[in-house]
């Protein structure tokens, strides 16, 4: 083996804290490690042979070792998650959470916040909720703060000078922060940490900031303000009541996790306890692949989940984990209190802890089961080939289908895990200038000539489908699928940069060459038949065709019963049947005279007709 190679380099390491990076030949990162004492950890390597399939593959490819000392194993820590994070290496646990769920953002680093559906928890200072399953729950959620409490939708930057309120605060839907008159600073704060506590799920503290409210502004006489706190103490209390959550008094705050770890990779469950209550369930997946060991699954959970998150009072693990004192002090300081790592082995908190094992599980069983393991070849070198930060695990496919220009329509599939989610496709008619795309709408929306139907139509599709997700707040794909070839491709990319999508990785399949277009190859690439990834490809594209293809027969079916009658005035299809039928066909209608005519559909009837094809 190529470590061999190193040995005296690695004699000469030093032994003190730091961090270490395995090299491959073209010099990248392919492990990242840390280490009490460097050089013992890194000797360590030599004699790793044959402990298991993945320490045999990271030895084979190793050619080089850097090194970077820090003053103590928490700075290494840190610095080791930093690494990882950066460079994604590929022999490091790499943890993904389900992203296609959102999150909902309360924008505190602004005066007079908002509440937004937001795609992943950003460092920018805001407070962020989630994620919410199913989705849709987000903007109910966020309907609701706005219903109770009265917070701002608008994107104005409020200054308190507005004349007069919009019509959200006509309709209960905002207190009108933008008119100092109505709406104090002061008071719209008070909104925001209400707002908070629900978001948060602390409907039981919430209730009574609520009781309080109302009291005082009843007591001071404000009588319209009490009427508000208390049908949102109302709507507050029903929804305490309803709420199925696990609740074990005495437990405070604390996050709980559950670990399952096999061969085709690992399923990790959170359970965030606040106030005794679970308000918050996370699901984090560790990429299948070669087999990881339990405690190391659990270190880089670890180290993940909480880089964007602040630690609870209490972590309780279901299994002891090295370095468990340095992890304590990193979370420490990122909390800026004293956290705590237990491992619980009685009472109510071990029973928790085996709950949350119970549906990680389950969540394994779900995602790694065997038609999913059979897919993860091609998924896996997709990911490879086309450079993607993580397993295209949702991929949307689109076609377009068209007869010159004719009933154009367009069709969208998604396959997830390698699975066909018909629930989830969609069909467009396509829009674009008079049902013919000669020409269709830009990132401005002015119109451009010369330009293919088919390339036109696909810019549409993709904007219009996009933008739709971003309203809705996902779920947004890992990979787009197009039919055809690079001036598809790029009409995609021009949808997706219009709208802010730009980072969304889409290629191109082209039909009997079988070749992958991509934006950043001037040549395609061209897979060898048999290759998994090409028939998953196929396969998905396939059936993005056959899928337009029906629709737009059915669009060329419901065109062929249309009669210049439909667009007579007053004559719908009872009359056109009635004119049909007694005259034989169109051109004996066009024949008919005013009295013949009135006499199936009366005088006005009759003179609309008349009129209709006297004009065409």
């Not at 000392?69 to 460079?87: G, H, P, Y």
């Amino acid at each position: 083996m190529a470590i061999h190679d190193l040995k005296e380099q690695i004699a000469r390491l030093p032994e003190q804290p730091g961090v270490y990076l395995w090299r491959n030949a073209a010099g990248d990162a392919i492990y990242v490690g840390k280490a009490r004492a460097l050089r013992d950890r890194v000797r360590s390597y030599l004699g790793a042979a044959g402990l298991s399939p993945r320490h045999d593959a990271l030895l084979d490819e190793i050619a080089s070792v850097e090194v970077i000392v820090t003053d103590s194993v928490m700075e290494a820590l840190a610095l080791e998650n930093n690494l990882i994070k950066q460079r994604r290496p590929k022999y490091n646990i790499l943890l993904r959470d389900d992203k296609n769920y959102p999150y909902l953002q309360l924008t505190t680093s602004e005066a007079f916040p908002r509440i937004l559906v937001a795609r992943r928890v950003e460092k920018s200072g805001d407070f962020y909720a989630g994620p919410f399953l199913p989705a849709k729950l987000a903007r109910r959620t966020m309907a609701l703060a706005h219903r109770l409490f009265g917070i701002r939708s608008c994107n104005e930057v409020i200054t308190g000078g507005r004349g007069r309120p919009c019509l959200e605060y006509d309709i209960k839907r905002c207190i009108a922060p933008c008119v100092a008159e109505i709406c104090s600073q002061e008071r719209y704060a008070a909104a925001v940490e209400n707002a908070k506590l629900l978001l948060e799920g602390r409907t039981g503290e919430l209730a009574d900031t609520l009781q309080a409210r109302m009291t005082d502004a009843a007591e001071a006489e404000r009588y319209e303000e009490a009427a508000q706190l208390r049908d949102a103490l109302r709507t507050v209390r029903t929804l305490r009541d309803r709420e199925q959550k696990v609740a074990t008094p005495g437990l405070g705050d604390r996050d709980v996790f559950g670990l399952k770890v096999g061969p085709s990779g690992g399923a990790i469950q959170v359970f965030a306890m606040r106030g005794g209550r679970v308000v918050e369930r996370v699901e984090l997946a560790v990429e299948p692949g070669v087999a990881h060991r339990d405690g190391e699954v659990l270190q880089a959970s670890l180290q993940q989940f909480y880089e964007d998150r602040v630690p609870p009072a209490e972590i309780n693990l279901p299994l002891e984990i090295e370095d468990a004192e340095a992890l304590e002090a990193w979370l420490s300081s990122r909390a800026g209190r004293r956290v705590r790592v237990a491992v619980p082995q009685r009472g109510d908190k071990r029973a928790l802890v085996e709950l949350a094992t119970r549906n990680a599980e389950l969540s394994y069983r779900t995602r790694f089961n065997e038609i999913t393991a059979a897919h993860f070849e091609a998924l896996e070198t997709l990911r490879a080939m086309l450079g993607l930060p993580s397993i295209p695990r949702r991929i949307e496919c689109f076609d377009i289908s068209t007869i010159q220009g004719s009933e154009t329509v367009a069709a969208m599939v998604v396959c997830e895990d390698g699975r066909m989610k018909k629930s989830e496709y969609r069909r467009f008619r396509v829009k674009g200038v008079g049902g013919h795309l000669s020409r269709t709408l830009s990132s401005e929306n002015d119109l451009r000539p010369h330009l293919p139907d088919d390339v036109a139509a696909m810019r549409e599709v993709v904007q219009r489908r996009y933008r739709k997700v971003m309203e809705e707040g996902g779920p947004f794909p890992d990979l787009i699928l197009i039919d055809g070839g690079k001036g598809q491709v790029s009409a995609a990319y021009e949808a997706l940069e219009s709208i802010g999508l730009g980072t969304l990785v889409a290629v191109g399949l082209a039909k009997r060459e079988e070749l992958l277009f991509m934006r950043d190859r001037a040549e395609p690439i061209a897979l060898a038949e048999n290759d998994p990834a090409l028939l998953l490809l196929e396969r998905i594209r396939d059936e993005a065709h056959r899928f337009a293809v029906t629709f737009h027969r059915k669009a060329r079916s419901m065109r062929d019963l249309r009669s210049d009658l439909d667009a007579v005035p007053g004559i719908g299809p009872r009359r056109r049947r009635a004119l049909l039928r007694t005259f034989g066909s169109l051109a004996g209608v066009r024949r008919a005279t005013r009295e013949e005519l009135g006499a199936v559909v009366g005088p006005k009837a009759a003179a609309a007709v008349i009129d209709y094809f006297a004009k065409s």
